[in-house]
């Protein structure tokens, strides 16, 4: 799945270069977020000038308000967090497909 996260989060945002993805857990508290290599910030900057809706369907998906503004939203689960990324990029039923498999649901 981290390879397909790559590839998609690259093809999102062409501007900057995405080594590796990997979806963290915040801390023991819990609470998910995709971390991105090796310009964390600037990707998630221009990911929110690039798709500006992206924190209305984050609240959707159970995103906490306060990590709205800071990189990338922090979700109670991690498949609140990818169905989010299918959202926001619009995937393709194919693409939606093969993530799911990946995650293995």
């Known amino acids: 799945m981290t390879q397909l996260l790559t590839f998609l989060l690259s093809r999102a945002v062409p501007e900057v270069h995405v080594a590796s993805v990997e979806v ?6 819990g609470g998910y977020f ?6 964390h910030v600037d990707f998630w900057g221009y990911f929110r000038i690039k798709y500006p809706y992206y924190r209305h369907l984050a609240l959707k998906h159970g995103a906490e308000r306060f990590t709205l503004g800071h990189c ?20 393709t039923q194919g693409e939606r497909d093969f993530l799911r498999l990946c995650r293995g649901g």
């Open 24 to 29: 963290k857990q915040w801390s023991s508290e």
């Open 72 to 91: 990338c939203p922090k979700f109670p689960t991690r498949e609140d967090l990818l169905d989010w990324v299918v959202d926001v990029l619009n995937l």
């Open 34 to 39: 995709i971390f991105v290599e090796p310009h």
